[in-house]
């Protein structure tokens, strides 16, 4: 089942890779190229996954690039602004378009399927990565450690920029004092992603509601000591959340996914999205509470191995 998968998203990417080659490159020699870079590229004219399925597949490109002693580079813009969230650590990757030759003397397009660690050959200039989706190929590969893998390299790649850390600073809850518990509906209970079909009645949902209400309670009262702050990408459901416990924390902010989104609310959104990530992040332990009407997040799982937090899935 899974090499089917495998060859169907490889399928998929081949025909955009044509597409891109057929569009954009040509036979003809447009600079010299001395180094040897791989370019990670949100293109603007393409949706992509959520924020935690692109940092994956970032990390999991840097990594393909240093096995073979490539340099990195990513190219992103106003759909995507990671540097208005993040800034270069221990490595610069930032770059833009006008870094790129679009001659096949210099460059090949390659695409990130999460499965394949990538052999890359010196001769070429530059491999340029427009396809990727948001499997993690340290972990399909079974590297040995492979969370404490991903943390370093993504921690070599970035950390939180000044505005970003104010912005969770205004919140006024210090590092390891509350807990922190996130629920993925995605259109269970409302319309978040478009390509999801609705599929829950009105009952099925306030059933839901409640099981999700019960298993924060059940968090709660274990542990009473710490405040407690509720993340999800379903608005209904935090206002119930408000409604129903009013000692839970909920974050006031623009709730959207970061790739289907209008123009007027995309940077609010981004924002929100960064924002909970990090918030998430800071907590002193990460839960996600789960039932199999809801969609299986990775979101506070990556928070958590960014910040070496633990981490549980609660079954409701």
């Known amino acids: 089942m899974l090499d089917i998968k495998k060859e169907k998203i490889n399928c998929v990417f081949s025909l955009r890779t044509l ?6 490159y040509s036979f003809r020699k447009d600079k010299e190229i001395k180094e040897n870079t791989v370019y990670f590229i949100v293109d603007p004219k393409r949706n992509y996954a959520g924020l935690v399925d692109r940092l994956k597949s970032i990390v999991g490109c840097y990594y393909i690039a ?22 270069p650590h221990l490595y610069d990757s930032r770059a833009n378009f006008n870094d790129l030759s679009y001659s096949v003397q210099n460059s090949r397009i390659i695409s990130y399927n999460g499965f394949t660690i990538n052999k890359l050959n010196k001769k070429i200039k ?10 993690n190929v340290l972990e399909t590969n079974q590297i040995p450690n492979y969370d404490l893998l991903w943390r370093n390299l993504f921690q070599e790649l970035f950390e939180p920029q000044n505005s ?4 969770l600073d205004s919140f006024g809850y210090k ?3 509350y807990i922190a518990i996130h629920l993925r509906f995605v259109n269970a209970l409302e319309t978040f992603e478009p390509k999801y079909k609705k599929s829950l009645t009105l009952t099925q949902k306030e059933i839901l509601v409640t099981k999700c209400i019960c298993g924060i309670e059940q968090i709660r009262n274990k542990y009473s000591s710490k405040k407690i702050i509720v993340f999800s990408d379903s608005q209904v459901f935090l206002d119930k ?14 709730i959207g996914h970061i790739s289907h989104t209008n123009k007027e609310q995309v940077d609010a959104v981004i924002n929100k999205t960064f924002l909970d990530f990090f918030m998430i992040g800071k907590a002193s332990k990460i839960f996600s509470i789960s039932a199999s009407e809801m969609y299986k ?20």
Request: contains cysteine.
């Open 19 to 24: 597409k891109y080659y057929v569009q954009i």
């Open 297 to 316: 997040s990775v979101f506070p799982r990556y928070a958590a191995i960014i910040n070496n937090k633990e981490y549980e899935i609660i079954q409701v």
């Open 126 to 135: 530059q491999y340029h990565i427009y396809n990727y989706n948001g499997k």
């Open 164 to 167: 970003l850390l104010q912005q």
């Open 241 to 254: 959340v408000k409604q129903r416990l009013p000692d839970i924390i909920v974050l006031n902010g623009n």
């Open 66 to 87: 240093k096995c073979s002693g490539f340099e990195f580079k990513i190219i992103s813009d106003e759909k995507f602004p990671i540097w208005n969230y993040l800034t």
């Open 175 to 177: 590092e390891n004092s």
